[in-house]
């Protein structure tokens, strides 16, 4: 394909990039650049991987705000 930079120009993204890429891909805010070269890096185990726990951390913070406002409504136990 032509539209592929060769094979040296695929790098993988730092645990870092591909933290920052999911978090803006999850907010809805990844700019076209950034998920096209997101999509032409070597392998995307970083992405799914940084995805993961980037829904991990969303639902912790969904369930930690549910049982703060059950306790604060006097409707959870201890």
Sequence with gaps: MADQPP???RRDPS????AVSAAA???GVQS???RDKDFKAK???RFI???MVMVMIFVTC???AVRCSM???GLAGT
């Excluded at 645990?15 to 591909?18: D, R, S, V």
């Design 25 to 27: 891909a999850m907010f």
């Design 49 to 51: 991987f940084m995805g």
């Design 62 to 64: 969904v369930l930690f």
């Design 15 to 18: 645990f870092a990039q591909a």
């Design 7 to 9: 094979e040296d120009d």
């Design 43 to 45: 392998s995307p185990a």
């Design 71 to 73: 306790q604060q409504a």
């Design 32 to 34: 076209s650049k950034n």
